[in-house]
């Protein structure tokens, strides 16, 4: 874009290997903006023991990660040493990029102010987490911090103005946001692999459902295995196929749901965390359809993914969420939280898949790659420090 060559200084909780839709959102466009010639630094938690100490180099980006006591807080983790380690990397950066939900947004909006750097904040998603006291508490909290960061941001970017519309974390601020799809990029399906994975899923050829997340709550996995009792009237043999983590360990999602997932065994496989984008490529494909049965969901890259990999999906109608089959009609949107309205989705779309099967070329011209780094690129040279 023919821009000066920025400084920028990425803060978020999680960073690679860790795998969410998050991380994979600000890792593709850090990686890229490094590509281009900028000088981008990713301030982090330091997770797992395993991973290194204090600095590392990866694919272009330097990463600083934190200690981080064993004391979770719900998702979140604490950093001891963020104060002084964001005041020093902001002074020597030109604009710094928040991503949220994440428990320091209060003290990054005091540590710009002190070092005169504007702040561009990505929100991924409104927090959301099960019932209770503890998380009520958390969520408030949380939410608190971040409308105190936002009043200073330069600017907020949501997934999507259908989801800024209906999140009560953007909007109070829509004179500050800008709607950006999130980046996303798939390599194309091997043929050979896909066609392996269909009769290993599959062995007398029955139609594959995909599942491409976690096993918790808000993505209502136990939606799409009850669904199967609609499925099953028109394909009996239908098999699920769940990749993702499933054994979480700050929810009970998986030990509440035993008796419906052993009530399917049967018809229900179980991949576990794959981080591999041409086995990515490869699941989707061999999936006829893919199902997200979330109860809230700000876009959800998986959509875009399978699309990608020429599989419809079936998504529930949530702000934000039913915005790739909205715009693209690569799929059925059914409506949330109603199980019966997930099975007859799928039903329709396997029944007529060629219907909804669009070519890569269309999506790719709908969700660019390269157009959600521009603005991203555009929005930091705006802010930066001269």
């Known amino acids: ?49 395993s991973l290194p100490r204090d600095d590392e180099m990866y694919n272009g980006v330097r990463v600083v990660r934190l200690w981080a006591p064993p004391i979770p807080i719900s998702r979140g983790l604490l950093m001891p040493a963020f104060p002084w380690a964001a005041l020093g990397l902001m002074l020597q950066h030109d604009v710094v990029w928040v991503n949220t939900p994440m428990l320091e947004t209060a003290l990054v909006r005091l540590l710009a102010d002190i070092s005169g750097r504007k702040v561009i904040v990505t929100h991924h998603g409104d927090l959301i987490l099960p019932d209770g006291l503890a998380n009520r508490v958390i969520r408030n909290t949380m939410f608190a911090m971040y409308r ?41 399906p091997d043929a050979e692999r896909v066609k392996h994975l269909r009769a290993e899923w599959s062995k007398d050829g029955s139609p594959i459902i995909g599942f491409s997340g976690r096993f918790v709550q808000e993505k209502r996995p136990d939606l799409l295995i009850r669904a199967l009792e609609i499925v099953n009237q028109t394909y009996p043999n239908v098999r699920v196929v769940f990749c993702g983590e499933y054994d979480i360990a700050y929810e009970d999602t998986w030990e509440r749901h035993q008796s419906l997932v052993n009530q399917h065994r049967d018809q229900l496989v179980f991949l576990g965390l794959k981080d591999d984008m041409q086995f990515m490529a490869d699941f989707y494909a061999a999936c006829d359809v893919l199902a997200l049965t979330s ?74 790659f390269q157009q959600t780094v521009d603005v991203y690129e555009r929005l930091f040279a705006e802010h930066a420090r001269r």
């Open 148 to 188: 105190f960061l936002a009043q200073g941001a330069a600017r907020l970017v949501a997934y999507s103005q259908d989801y800024a519309d209906h999140s009560y974390y953007l909007r109070p601020f829509m004179d500050k946001v800008t709607p950006n799809y999130p980046p996303i990029h798939m390599p194309p």
């Open 295 to 368: 109860d809230s969901e700000c876009f959800a890259l998986v959509q875009v993914e399978a699309m990608l990999s020429g599989t419809p999906v079936v998504m529930t109608d949530t702000p934000g969420g039913r915005v790739p089959v909205s715009v693209t009609g690569m799929g059925k949107l059914s409506k949330a939280g109603d199980w019966r309205s997930v099975g007859e989705a799928l039903v329709e779309v396997i029944r007529h898949r060629d219907q909804y099967v669009k070519p890569r070329s269309v999506i790719e011209s709908v969700f660019s």
């Open 1 to 49: 874009m023919g821009q000066r060559k920025l400084k920028i200084l990425i803060s978020l909780l999680y960073y690679v290997p860790h795998r969410t839709g998050l991380t994979i959102h600000v890792q593709r466009v850090a990686e890229e903006l490094a590509r281009r010639g900028h000088e981008v630094t990713v301030l982090t938690a330091r997770h797992k023991l």
